[in-house]
C-alpha cells in the first residue's frame, strides 16, 4: 500500500551506453544548427537597430541623434 515515487529524466540516458551511440552525428547537426539560428535570430532582432544608429553616428556629416531617429 505505500507510493512510489519514479523519476523519469530527459536526454541522455546514465545505464552503460556510449553518448556517441544515443544521437546520431546527423541529429546531432541539427541540433546545433537549430540551437544557432535561434540564438542569430535573438541577436540580429536586439542588434539590427543599434547597429544602425552606431553606423549613422559614425558617417560623415555626423548627425545627432534625433536626426538619425526622426522620420522626416
Known amino acids: 500500500m505505500s507510493s512510489r515515487v519514479v ?3 530527459k536526454g541522455k ?5 556510449k ?7 546527423s541529429k546531432l547537426l541539427k ?3 537549430t540551437w544557432t539560428m535561434k540564438k542569430a535570430k535573438v541577436i ?3 542588434g539590427f537597430i543599434p547597429m ?3 553606423i549613422g ?12 531617429l526622426s522620420p522626416i
Do not use: A, R, V
Open 19 to 25: 553518448p556517441s551511440d544515443d544521437k546520431s552525428t
Open 44 to 46: 540580429t532582432h536586439y
Open 31 to 33: 541540433e546545433w544548427s
Open 52 to 54: 544602425i544608429i552606431i
Open 7 to 9: 523519476l523519469k529524466t
Open 57 to 68: 553616428m559614425n558617417s560623415d556629416p555626423k548627425p545627432s541623434i534625433s536626426q538619425l
Open 13 to 17: 540516458s546514465t545505464k552503460g551506453s
